[in-house]
């Protein structure tokens, strides 16, 4: 009780040294829960939606989520009618009722803008069915009665401004329908953002499946008192050989669960990864705070120990300060993430994906996780301070406080951080020089980690080297007050490389990731100009692909010498070694030859796109002793069996289309039937000579009821690439935007917890001449040098992983080294105004400092 209550009184007697600890383990932990929170929120908006939309027995096409057609061919796969008939003779079934689904369409207004989500989130197309009724209730206006109605859910009503009697048409693999509303229909449980518009059955049938004597699945309800199971054993009973799969609500759930939650999984993880470095970081500021704390305490503990306190109960009490802190900081932390997980739910609500608060989700895991990272990552990072507390002994309550013997990095900690640092180089160095991207990929992931601790253990032994290197060139020119800054970031060592480490960590990411970034777009921009022939693309940026109505308006378009298409074919590939490879054949028009110049290691490209012929990659053919002229056994997944020839090896030096192997869309539509051949997933065209600008106007004004689609120049996609990368190293940097404020903090703190100890030294110095403008420009200064040697190691050290990234991705096609100098510079120049905003208030409350009460303080 003793050690509690000392304990007790040191955190209140010192709560506001403490105050940027709690801050940076309520940030950490805020970070975590919230990302559990929203996650599990996710996960439990979904979950109510699929058990909401889903019948008591769904009946499907055999295997038709492991061989799902529609995103290459635009249909959806079929049941015959037949099978609702025998489904409704099933015991136990009070109704079976046939579906038709589609999500392979495009839905506009009047004006011709998509009325799609912008999130990712599908369009959907059906008819309107017992099953809908369950989740979804008409508020305004009556289901569609025939071809020339149709009916949109309320929240893309909403956000689009649609009202009963607006018209929309529908544009799909079959052809447009354009229909007015006819109906509003409200979502009873939340609908994450996706776009629904519905149809009577018959059009529905007839327009979305081109058959009007099938379905895409068959809803079967249960009698009362018979449960999923039973009913669908005897369903499954009643359609005996029929090629259907038959599953429960509960069993199609969590197939749709299993879905989204891969995609929910990486972004949580993702998310967890970046809090994790936060947490990281704010290690390092719990460590300063405690070890300046303990050194400030120097002659407190002294006496301590004179009274007869022994290591023991000095260790305990610094430690149960810190468990008293994590306690805090996590508790305060746990409800900010909850805050946190709220206001992420109204950003993606501005963003097109409607989440609803009475669906947030709380686990018991969430608060338990968040209370034992805090407490346990504060307690740990109080360790060392602790057991240097505990090593005090009597005879230092006769020294001055803040001496403590600290204050040079000591030989083994040098010698350890110079070993991990030069084993970590060593790694990078081979995985440059791998010739696998798998092997390296391991190596750059150790060299990273142990360039990262050496850089962290070694970083009070170059502070003394760079601290006085940045001063020469920072410092020097601020005359008297430069030079004693420079001695205040040199006076601990150790310290100063601390505050510096939990900088560097994230701006050594951000110079990594910017160098990566650049590289790829340079690369792929080199690409473009080597092997495009083409002068534009035509694409879906969702990857949905082109639909044969825009296809044959492409190809219609004045002004264009070729137009060229592109499929893709699932098939399995079985060469004369006998081995067995599922991939997918590149269908091309012949003039695809002129369209991405690829080098041929063996035969003639143009042979490929002859009867019955093909080509595979350089590496495909090593691996499988295949030479031109050899015979290859190409199963179809949508078709026959055929035997093609191999008239031509491409060389797989090369990003786009690495390892592509290419056939003629002739030869693939004698195997595969009309209704399964896949759409066009890019189409390529190449204006005649002179007419580069009217081409691309016409093939615009083409495509212009087809919002879908964008048509590209080179110059366009070139930017587009960009603009990708652009927006991913955008979203990184905003997860890693709480790791640096929490390095922020550090500085703050080092610099407040500085002033602190060198209260009596300040007021000696303004007692001798030096004015409160003086001091202040000390401290920031002093500030701004250490935000600049962590921003020196950090960019340093991230340029360097960077650079042997981008060696292993030189292995897959991307050549081009960019280290982006302007971006570099910048955030070399921002952390310098970084280093001055973290003086601030430390600065404003050393000049205000009584002088005699501050030469007075013991």
């Known amino acids: 009780m003793t050690v509690l209550r000392t304990s007790l009184r040191n955190v209140l007697a010192h709560k506001g040294r403490m105050a940027l600890s709690a801050v940076a383990v309520l940030l950490s932990v805020a970070f975590v829960c919230g990302t559990l929170v929203f996650s599990d929120t996710m996960n439990t908006t979904f979950d109510k939606l699929f058990a909401a939309t889903t019948a008591d027995v769904t009946v499907s096409p055999e295997d038709a989520e492991e061989d799902d057609e529609q995103p290459r061919t635009g249909r959806p796969a079929t049941l015959p009618a037949s099978v609702l008939a025998e489904a409704r003779k099933a015991e136990g079934a009070e109704s079976a009722e046939g579906v038709v689904v589609s999500l392979g369409v495009t839905v506009v207004d009047a004006d011709n803008e998509n009325m799609g989500s912008s999130t990712g989130a599908p369009t959907i197309a059906s008819n309107w069915t017992s099953v809908d009724r369950r989740s979804m209730e008409i508020t305004s206006g009556h289901a569609p009665r025939g071809p020339t109605e149709v009916m949109v859910d309320a929240d893309t009503a909403g956000k689009h401004g649609l009202e009963l009697g607006d018209e929309l048409r529908t544009i799909a693999v079959t052809g447009d329908l354009t229909a007015r509303i006819s109906g509003i229909a409200t979502f009873q449980v939340t609908n994450p953002g996706a776009a629904v518009v519905y149809f009577d059955t018959a059009t529905a049938q007839d327009f979305l499946l081109g058959d009007t004597g099938a379905y895409t699945n068959i809803a079967v309800t249960a009698e009362p008192g018979v449960t999923d199971g039973l009913l669908k054993q005897n369903v499954t009973e009643a359609l005996g050989a029929a090629a259907v799969t038959v599953k429960t609500q509960q069993e199609t759930a969590d197939a749709q669960r299993e879905d989204v939650g891969e995609f929910l999984n990486v972004m949580k993880y993702a998310m967890l990864g970046f809090a994790g470095i936060a947490v990281l970081v704010g290690i390092f500021l719990i460590v300063n705070t405690f070890s300046m704390l303990v050194a400030q305490r120097t002659r407190e503990i002294g006496l301590m120990r004179a009274i007869g306190a022994d290591r023991r109960q000095i260790n305990r009490s ?414 990184v940097y905003g997860l890693l935007a709480l790791a640096i404020i929490v390095a922020v903090l550090g500085v703050v703190n080092t610099l407040a917890l500085s002033v602190i100890e060198r209260t009596r030294e300040i007021g000696l110095m303004r007692a001798i001449g030096l004015s409160r403008r003086q001091l202040r420009r000390m401290i920031r200064l002093e500030s701004v040098v250490i935000a600049l040697f962590g921003a020196l190691l950090g960019l340093g050290l991230g340029m360097g992983w960077g650079a042997t990234a981008q060696r292993l991705l030189a292995l897959e096609g991307l050549k081009v080294l960019e280290i982006p100098w302007a971006t570099i510079g910048w955030v070399f120049a921002g952390s310098a105004l970084v280093g001055l905003v973290a003086a601030l208030v430390p600065a404003f409350r050393a000049g205000r400092m009584n002088v005699l009460n501050a030469i007075a303080t013991e």
């Open 318 to 731: 610094v430690l149960t300060e810190a468990l008293l802190l994590g306690l805090v900081g996590s508790l305060l932390g746990i409800g900010a993430g909850i805050g946190l997980a709220i206001g992420l739910m109204k950003l993606m609500g501005t963003m097109g994906m409607q989440l609803d608060t009475s669906d947030l989700t709380i686990q018991a895991a969430t608060p338990v996780t968040g209370l034992v990272l805090g407490v346990v990552v504060t307690v740990l990072a109080a360790w060392l301070p602790a057991r240097r507390a505990g090593k005090v002994s009597p005879m230092a309550a006769l020294r001055d406080a803040g001496t403590p013997a600290d204050g040079r990095a000591g030989a083994v900690r040098a010698v350890l951080g110079l070993l991990l640092t030069a084993g970590g180089a060593a790694a990078l160095l081979v995985a440059a020089g791998a010739d696998q991207a798998s092997s390296g990929a391991a190596l750059l992931g150790l060299g990273v980690l142990l360039t990262l601790l050496g850089f962290i253990v070694v970083g009070p032994l170059l502070a003394g080297f760079l601290v006085r290197a940045l001063s020469l060139v920072v410092l020097r020119f601020f005359g008297p007050v430069g030079r004693l800054a420079e001695r205040n970031a040199l006076r601990n060592p150790r310290r100063t490389g601390a505050t510096g480490a939990a900088l560097m960590i994230g701006l050594a990411l951000v110079a990594c990731l910017s160098v990566v970034g650049s590289s790829m777009v340079a690369s792929a921009t080199e690409e473009l100009d080597r092997s495009v022939g083409a002068d534009f693309i035509v694409q879906a940026d969702d990857g949905r692909p082109i639909v044969p109505q825009a296809a044959e308006a492409l190809r219609n378009a004045d002004g264009l010498e070729t137009v060229t298409a592109y499929k893709g074919v699932e098939a399995t590939v079985t060469s004369p070694d006998g081995k067995k490879s599922d991939t997918q054949l590149s269908a091309t028009d012949p003039s695809y030859r002129d369209v991405l110049r690829r080098e041929t290691v063996s035969g003639d490209l143009a042979g490929a796109y002859g009867k019955d012929a093909m080509s595979v990659g350089d590496a495909f053919a090593e691996d499988h002793g295949v030479r031109v002229g050899d015979t290859l056994t190409v199963d179809f997944a949508a078709g026959r069996t055929a035997e093609l020839t191999v008239a031509a090896i491409t060389s797989d030096d090369a990003t786009l289309d690495k390892g592509a192997m290419y056939t003629g869309i002739a030869t693939v539509e004698r195997y595969v039937p009309q209704r399964r051949m896949p759409l066009n997933e890019m189409m390529f065209g190449t204006a005649k000579d002179g007419r580069e600008d009217a081409a691309y106007a016409a093939l615009k004004e083409a495509l212009e009821p087809f919002p879908q689609y964008t048509v590209r120049d080179q110059a366009d996609y070139k930017e587009t690439l960009e603009n990708q990368v652009g927006q991913m190293l955008n979203m």
